[in-house]
């Protein structure tokens, strides 16, 4: 067992590796935003929460000390939009470089190798390579005081995904394009779908000694 | 492409399953909980997500409209205590169907076979098939006025997993105890340990021919 009291003890990169594990799997995605004088900029993100279906409300954390994010959200307020690209593991590696901290003027699309695409007017970059990307419209930042960080929230205004993945009733199959999960801070797994459950209804449940 | 007036027409479930899928692969967790009276509550939510690692903070949404995380939530301010436990594939049916609205009286615990288990003095039940688990002091509710959910934030007070997971500098595995990731609200993936990248460095970033 380890209490919060060997959690203050532990050296600082190990108490990093290990609470950012704690949370299990996590979403690896790709923040697409574009400066008010035009530069783009790219940023690995792995706190994608769902907050709602309708409206559409994705968020995600923002650190107050990540200069890469900061830029994120510094473009994210200047024009409103940002877009999410999932990421697959075919580009895994150019994916987690984008967490680099590149020089100002330097665009993580051109240094990591990933090809910025423009999807009708919106104005935001999207990933071309990612086969799942979103179209957010910024709505509200939300700061979480115990930490200094704070819940960046947007609302979905375009989805573009192949067809082939979405299953009867929207489900998508995230495992047909590859999708990669992430723990901890640089970790990464591939997925394989293994069930659909149904919707659970106390009358419907099968005897308990049928039950994995 | 769809567009959020498309999303606005869509029937409400085929959005809800769309919608839920866009995070891409979220984590599977139950959060147990007891109240004042003393009867267990379990349920499982998929929108766990990491807020900080000093202090060690964890999140998750809370939806204002169902039953048995209303349950949870009341437990929460009751004790000022819960656990989050990691599901793994062995147990995966028991755990969604932790989802079903049970009379106020019967505990999800007996109703979907799995087994409270109560660790030194901690005042929350945490559930024994469970190989990661999380005793949570709550610290804070902020609400989400978007759409009427709230983010529900608790500190880490200990950790319970086993010696075998923790590779070095902290870092878990999470393929060795078949942890689940979830799509959607009931589409169950299993993961595969595929790679653990580097710190990210500008300068020390391979030449771009050879990043996958």
Known sequence: MITSADLQKME???RLNLVNSLS????AQLIGTRSASGSDNLAIFNSIVHIGSNPPLLG???RPDAQYRRDTFRNIHETGYFTLNHIHRPFLE????TSAKFREAESEFAACGLTPEWIQDFPAPFVQQSQVKLGME???????????T????GEVAIIVLPDRIIEDQGHLNLALV???GISGLNTYYAIEKIARMPYARPHEIPPM???Q
């Open 60 to 62: 995600f954390i923002l």
């Open 12 to 14: 600082r990169v190990e």
């Open 178 to 180: 590859d999708d990669l």
């Open 24 to 27: 299990g799997i996590k979403p």
């Open 94 to 97: 150019k994916a987690h470089y």
């Open 138 to 148: 910024y709505k509200q930042q939300i700061p979480i005081e115990l930490n200094g």
């Open 209 to 211: 000694e049928e039950l």
């Open 150 to 153: 704070s819940l960046v929230i």
